[in-house]
Every structure is written in structure tokens, then in C-alpha cells.
């Protein structure tokens, strides 16, 4: 069997070495002419971080990326509505990691070139089209530098790892559309800061209509460490406006970005000064889609943000690509038939993916911030009068388990 992937983002990468690792054979096509290090910070939570650190990544992980040891929400005037340990600070086996996102696609981009060899991944290859028949699929790439001539590749599955406006996804639901948009814009930014509380720590402050989001995302050196910040702000109804294009290469102005960074407190932080001093600002739109009823057709399947693009809530978009990885280089080295393989992928993925999409519309865990501000949106002084711990416990736990990393898999004493 030769397995074909189109794109090599984070899942297509972590695709390639789960396959390799059963030895498969991987075909990788990129569309951009080169793997750059794009945007800035995400977060990989425990049960995605398991399945790289299997791949024997962790150690390159923790040179470039922070362990994350708390998460706190707050109100938009910074009180404090919950606040729990994340990774091994919790008990799991493995942390969570908030680390920017090139720099973790480079890791395991660097892992496939070292295990499957250097031309193991073709860039400047964007996917066209496909055919299949009894025996295979045949894909279509086009070349994306100038005067280059494309490509036609055979093999016996075509996985579409391509992002949010996925080719295979588009020849598979024709009429399906522009993602959907509820009308927030995000800001987002990095720069090296003075190291905030205990350099390990992340706040998100404010609910799903206007939200800021600050964490480190590399270790420090010599007091400073890269910052990673993001604004979220409802500014259209997404019901009448389309979304504006959501490209990394859209960069945005301060005087656009600081007056609504101002909105927002978190103790400790001078939101102000660290806004102005991010030398590049990107904007895009908070979007996804609609989850599907199939991702299969054939010898030919959907994975990552091909197939479930999600909001960014809840630390959920590159983890469940990674789990979609696992989950289907462990069928295809099981089953009889690709086919079977895939179908065997689709069940067990699919649901839990739809899951996630529709719990993140409504807010995913930081819904506890929107409904401490809509009881309370003057400030409080008592929390629990607001909204009692055990409801605040149930909205935040309830996501965790949703969204499958709630599980403590080890002992405080079995940390690292």
C-alpha cells in the first residue's frame, strides 16, 4: 500500500510518521513553495501530546515549546472565574504544551525528512483533482512556482490533510460554500516580554463575543520569553457578512487592534505596552464549517481541518488532528482493505470531532466566563454568589471530557 497526503500541515506531518512507524508507505504534496514557520502560538493538549511523544518528539518539543502548569479564566476586568493545572501538573503522563505553531510543525516536519528521507515531502504541489478506480487513485497537483509543470500520482489512498478550503472536501460537497463566520475578527501577535507570573502560565479573559488570551510560548532566556497574545472581538453579524479572507499574510494595524486590547485587564500584565511592541499583527476570521455526514468516499478520505475546522476553543484544533492521525494509520495497518480501513477511521472520528465543533460554537470551557459576565457584568465580589463551584467545575470539566483529555493518567509522584 502507498498512501498519498495532501498537505503538510501538522496533521499530513504527523499522518506521514504514524505511517511510516507501521511501515507504509507516504507520499507527501505541500502547495506552498516552502515549510516556513507561520503564526504564532497554539496549544497541544495531553492526550495529543501522547501520541508525539510516541513518535519520540518530546525532547525536541521541550526545546522549543513551554509545559504549560496553569490556566486561568477571567472576566474582562481580570477576576478570576476559575483557574485549574494543566499536563503533568495535573497528573497526566504528558504535558500540554503551548508552543508556536511553526516551530511545532517544524519539529515533526524535521522528524519526517530524518525518517522517511529528504525527498520524502514535495513542495509547491497544490491537489487538483482525483480519479479512482478498482485498483487505486490517481491525484492531479498543480505546480505553484512559476513555469512549473504539475504532477499525477498513483496510490492506493488519497488522505486530504489541505486545510479549511480542502480540495477533496470541495469536490466531495460542491455547493457546501464559504466557512461559516459569526462575526469575530482575531488579532493575534507574539513578541519577546519579561517573563509574566511563573513563565509556565496562560489567562484567557472575557467570553466568546470578546476575548484576550495571553501565554508563553518558548522558554525563557535571560528574564524574557516569547509572548504570545490574541484578541477576539464580535465586530459584524456573521449572519449578514461574509467572512474577510483568513490568510496568516494579512497583517493588521496597531491603531486597528489597541483600542480594543485596551478592553481588557489581566493582573500583572501591561496589555497596552506588550500590543504596541508585537512588530507584526495578523487577522483573520474566527471560522469553521458545519460538520459533515461523511468524510469517505472511496479510496480517498478527509483528516484534520479538512475535515472538522474548528473554532479555536479549548486547545482543540491541532490535537485533534494528531488524533486523527493515530487513529487512522492504526486502521490502515489493521484492515484488510483500504476501504475498510477508512470507513473503520470515519466511525470512530467523525462523532467525536462533530462533538467539538458544535461545543466550541457555543463557547466550549471559557462558556464559564460568558455566564459569570452576563450574571455579574459590573464585577463581583464573591464568585461562588455568582455561580457556585460546582457549576463553574461542571461547564469547564464537562468540555475536558467531551473533547477526550479529562482523563489523570498518572500520580503527581510519576511527573517529570
Known amino acids: ?34 515549510v516556513r514557520e507561520v503564526g504564532v502560538g497554539i496549544n497541544v493538549l495531553p492526550h495529543a501530546i501522547r501520541e508525539l511523544a510516541d513518535l519520540g518528539l518530546l525532547d525536541a518539543l521541550d526545546k522549543v515549546g513551554v509545559r504549560t502548569r ?27 504544551f503551548s508552543i508556536h505553531r511553526g516551530r511545532l510543525q517544524k519539529v515533526i516536519h524535521d522528524a519526517v525528512l530524518a525518517r522517511l528521507g529528504a525527498d520524502a515531502i514535495r513542495t509547491g504541489r497544490r491537489l487538483e483533482g482525483f480519479i479512482q478506480d478498482d485498483g487505486g487513485v490517481t491525484a492531479q497537483f498543480s505546480d505553484t512556482r512559476l513555469g512549473g509543470a504539475g504532477e499525477t500520482v498513483r496510490g492506493e489512498v488519497l488522505i486530504c490533510a489541505d486545510g479549511i478550503h480542502s480540495v477533496g472536501r470541495r469536490s466531495f460537497y460542491p455547493a457546501e460554500g464559504a466557512p461559516s463566520w459569526q462575526g469575530v475578527v482575531m488579532w493575534r501577535g507574539a513578541t519577546e516580554w519579561p517573563v509574566w507570573e511563573d513563565g509556565e502560565s496562560m489567562a484567557i479573559g472575557g467570553g466568546l463575543g470578546g476575548k484576550f488570551v495571553l501565554y508563553p510560548i ?17 465586530i459584524k453579524d456573521g449572519d449578514q457578512s461574509p467572512p474577510p479572507p483568513d490568510s496568516w499574510s494579512r497583517q493588521a ?10 478592553r481588557f485587564h489581566v ?13 507584526a499583527i495578523f487577522e483573520y476570521p474566527m471560522a469553521d464549517r458545519d460538520p459533515l455526514p461523511r468524510w469517505t468516499f472511496g479510496r480517498v478520505t478527509l483528516l484534520g481541518d479538512a475535515a472538522h475546522p474548528m473554532y479555536p476553543v479549548g486547545s482543540n484544533g491541532a490535537s485533534q488532528a494528531i488524533l486523527d492521525a493515530r487513529c487512522l494509520a492504526d486502521a490502515l495497518a ?34 464559564v466566563i460568558d455566564e459569570v459576565e452576563k450574571r455579574a457584568p459590573a464585577g463581583f465580589r464573591d464568585i461562588d454568589q455568582v455561580l457556585c463551584h460546582a457549576d463553574r467545575k461542571a461547564i469547564v470539566g464537562g468540555y475536558a471530557s467531551m473533547a477526550g483529555f479529562s482523563r489523570v493518567t498518572a500520580p503527581p509522584a510519576a511527573r517529570r
Open 334 to 367: 489493521r484492515a484488510e482493505h483500504p476501504r475498510a480501513a477508512l470507513w473503520a477511521y470515519e466511525k470512530e472520528r467523525l462523532p467525536k470531532t462533530a462533538e467539538v465543533v458544535r461545543t466550541n460554537r457555543v463557547g466550549g470551557p471559557e462558556r
Open 70 to 96: 496553569k490556566l486561568s479564566y477571567l472576566t474582562r476586568q481580570g477576576q478570576e472565574v476559575w483557574s485549574e493545572l494543566r499536563g503533568v501538573h495535573a497528573g497526566h503522563e504528558v504535558p500540554q
Open 1 to 34: 500500500m502507498t498512501v498519498i497526503i495532501a498537505g503538510a500541515g501538522i496533521g499530513g506531518l504527523t499522518t506521514a510518521l504514524m505511517l511510516h512507524a507501521r511501515g507504509i508507505p507516504v507520499r507527501l504534496y505541500e502547495a506552498a513553495r516552502d
Open 218 to 234: 518558548a522558554p525563557p532566556v535571560k528574564g524574557k520569553q516569547l509572548m504570545n497574545w490574541v484578541v477576539n472581538i464580535r
Open 253 to 262: 494595524s496597531l491603531a486597528a487592534v489597541l483600542p480594543h486590547a485596551l
Open 267 to 279: 493582573p500583572g500584565m501591561d496589555i497596552g505596552g506588550l500590543v504596541q511592541k508585537t512588530p
